[in-house]
């Protein structure tokens, strides 16, 4: 399948998504809006260009740490749902929707990419599996980072809001009910969900601290404060109503500056730099899509 076949598929379905990208862009353009009258641009931007490069390559490498353990952890989940597919086809298949979700604002981004890919494929029987396999798999990533969430908030100056208190109290609880209620739904996929869970802890742990490390080479920080800052945050790509996700996570922690010992400047530095990590390995997918017509 070559761009111009997923193009035009994704332009058939464009005309019933005006509505959402009108939402989606008025919700993105109010966010940045909402973080640009907090800041003054200046000081973000020195902050920026007085950053160590050193820790944000470091950072940089966690980031694709985590990508390559994503890929392996889909890789889990796919061969459970009985979709085999050798590590050089699965590895250009995450990169290339990699690359369509951050370029292709909407509902029909990578995940769109490879359902087309495995109708044109010979998998057309296996679609419904591949998104079994792909719903199991963001579930478990986010299994993932409530319990690290959970962990970390509790070491947070949060603790000492009564009425943030109570709620990070009950958060377990909601938890491991969500976990419970994941495992009756998908009760023959426990054994993969448990096998899988390691990964998701790695996952989601090596991208908060790649966030962490973004703003260290910024300045000193106080590492659980930011990390429980940006835990939470992470929570907001849970709502669809931002292109690329972009705006979310910096109007939620220009709310909560006043309730953690961060520094907006340094958090949205932090963010910028990691947008550019992401896009820098959305590319890998690039080459792929350009190198022949028929992809993959």
């Known amino acids: 399948m070559d761009f111009a076949s997923f193009l035009d598929a994704f332009k058939r379905g464009l005309n019933n998504r005006y509505v959402k990208w009108i939402v989606k862009l008025g919700a993105t353009a109010l966010a940045i809006w909402i973080v640009s009258t907090s800041i003054e641009f200046s000081e973000l931007w020195a902050k ?3 950053a160590n490069l050193l820790y944000i390559f470091f950072a940089f490498v966690l ?3 985590s990508k390559f353990l994503s890929i392996a952890r889909i890789s889990v989940f796919y061969e459970a749902h009985e979709i085999r597919m050798d590590y050089k086809t699965n590895f250009k298949l995450f990169f290339i929707g990699l690359f369509y979700n951050m370029i292709l604002p909407g509902g029909f981004g990578g995940d769109g990419y490879k359902v087309v890919w495995l109708r044109a494929n010979g998998f057309s029987e296996k679609v419904k599996n591949a998104l079994r396999a792909t719903l199991l798999d963001r ?5 993932g980072l409530m319990l690290i969430t959970c ?12 009425e943030i208190s109570y709620v990070i109290y009950a958060s377990p609880i909601v938890a491991i009910l969500g976990t419970l209620l994941c495992f009756r ?8 969900q448990l096998k899988t869970l390691p990964y998701s802890l790695l996952i989601q742990g090596l991208s908060v601290l790649a966030l962490c490390l973004n703003a260290y080479a910024i300045a000193g920080i106080d590492w659980i404060e930011y990390t429980a800052g940006f835990s939470l945050s992470t929570f907001t790509f849970l709502v669809p109503l931002f292109i690329g996700g972009v705006g979310s996570r910096e109007v939620f922690l220009t709310f909560m500056e006043p309730l ?3 520094q907006l400047n340094v958090v949205l530095a932090a963010i910028m730099f990691n947008h550019a990590q992401r896009l820098a390995m959305a590319l890998v997918g690039l080459p792929y899509i350009l190198k022949q017509k028929k992809v993959l």
Do not use: H, Q
């Open 139 to 143: 579930l478990n990533g986010m299994i």
């Open 185 to 192: 739904v998908f009760t023959n996929t426990v054994i993969v």
């Open 260 to 262: 953690l010992d961060i």
């Open 48 to 50: 920026m260009k007085t």
């Open 63 to 65: 980031m694709v740490l």
């Open 151 to 162: 962990g970390v908030v509790y070491l947070s100056s949060l603790m000492a809001i009564d």
